[in-house]
């Protein structure tokens, strides 16, 4: 009954911003884990960035530190990961991952998430 759903994806230049959205649906907003995911082609998943619902307390890759943001809206039950400075090296599948329900000492990219999304392709050029 759990869903994320994530959209916002594209192709982009070198430089450039993309915001993705995941939308959750089925479970109680607060006091969870969300975290974006990627993946590119022949590399391992890798975490990106995780937020937990209940304080705000984030966590990021050292990759996206200063260019990624991630944030909530409680209104609208989702979350979000704003991409900035986007480099080719940022080009992969993006998922939404969500932990349900946890605390915040078991939050960050290395939580064990056991929902996902379908992903969306986010794509930067040179």
């Known amino acids: 009954q759990v869903q994320l759903v994530e959209s916002g994806g594209g192709s982009v230049q070198a430089g450039g911003s993309l915001r993705l959205s995941c939308a959750g649906s089925?479970?109680?907003?607060?006091?969870?884990?969300m975290a974006w995911f990627r993946q590119a082609p022949g590399k391992e998943r890798e975490g990106v960035a995780a937020?937990?619902?209940?304080?705000?307390?984030?966590f990021y890759a050292d990759s996206v530190k200063g260019r990624f943001t991630i944030s909530q809206d409680n209104a609208k039950n989702t979350v979000y990961l704003q991409m900035n400075s986007l480099k080719p090296e940022d080009t992969a599948m993006y998922y939404c991952a969500a932990d349900i329900p946890t605390i915040v000492t078991m939050c960050g990219i290395s939580a064990d998430f056991g929902y996902w999304g379908q992903g969306t392709q986010v794509t930067v050029s040179s």
């Open positions: 937020i937990y619902t209940g304080g705000g307390s984030t």
């Open positions: 089925g479970y109680t907003y607060n006091n969870n884990c």
